[in-house]
């Protein structure tokens, strides 16, 4: 299943300087942010945009109780090359069970549909993890 997206997209620079960002060149809050109102606004509720020494997440859990991170960031420095892709949270005894990705696909769906109607973002590939 494809569940990692790169694009294009002026649209979510960072405004705040460098020393504010979670690591030197490392961005993706106004894109975190970005979709989770998008994805709210057709009725995927997601958190607030969280951070990791990596970038950006926010996350969504089912009904069921499964939980999974969409990450955000952007590629190799560019503050206009971005990558998305999802992360399933593992649980049980020492984190060895993870949640199909077929549960995540309200997300996906409506992410990818956020994606394509998205004013300012070209060159949207998807890949399979």
């Known amino acids: 299943m494809k569940t990692i ?10 405004f705040l300087p460098e020393d504010s960002q979670v690591n030197p060149q490392c961005y993706g809050a106004e894109l975190a942010w970005w979709l989770s109102r998008k994805l709210a606004e ?28 969409l990450c955000c960031g952007n590629v190799d420095g560019s503050d206009n090359r971005w990558h998305l892709f999802l992360d399933p949270k593992s649980t049980g005894f020492l984190g060895r069970k993870r949640p199909e990705i077929t549960n995540a696909m309200p997300l996906l769906d409506a992410l990818r549909r956020v994606l394509v109607e998205g004013d300012r973002i070209t060159d949207l590939k998807w890949q399979a993890e």
């Open 5 to 14: 997206a790169t694009f294009t997209s002026d649209r979510f620079k960072p």
């Open 42 to 69: 057709r009725g995927v509720v997601t958190s607030y945009p969280e951070y990791e020494d990596w970038g950006w997440f926010i996350e969504y859990i089912t009904d069921d109780g499964h939980e999974f991170w």
